[in-house]
């Protein structure tokens, strides 16, 4: 689980830095902010592309 933490941060802040400076008192606050909607993203991506998933969530006798 640290590792996704780690891995969405890391990509959270270079974002947050078009936004706030790196040094400013609310960075990493709009860091966790821009990661909580990287993760949001990434779960509706995963809920609306059912097609995608479809060959990995098929059961034995099921069309």
């Known amino acids: 689980?640290?590792?996704i933490v780690r891995?969405?941060?890391f990509i959270a802040g270079p974002i947050a830095a078009w936004f706030v400076a790196r040094d400013a008192d609310s960075f990493g606050f709009v860091q966790m902010v821009i990661a909580t909607?990287?993760?949001a993203g990434f779960v509706i991506l995963a809920a609306l592309?059912?097609?995608r998933w479809k060959?990995?969530?098929k059961t034995k006798g099921s069309k």
């Open 49 to 51: 592309w059912p097609p």
């Open 37 to 39: 909607l990287l993760i």
């Open 55 to 57: 060959p990995w969530t």
């Open 1 to 3: 689980m640290a590792w």
């Open 7 to 9: 891995v969405l941060l």
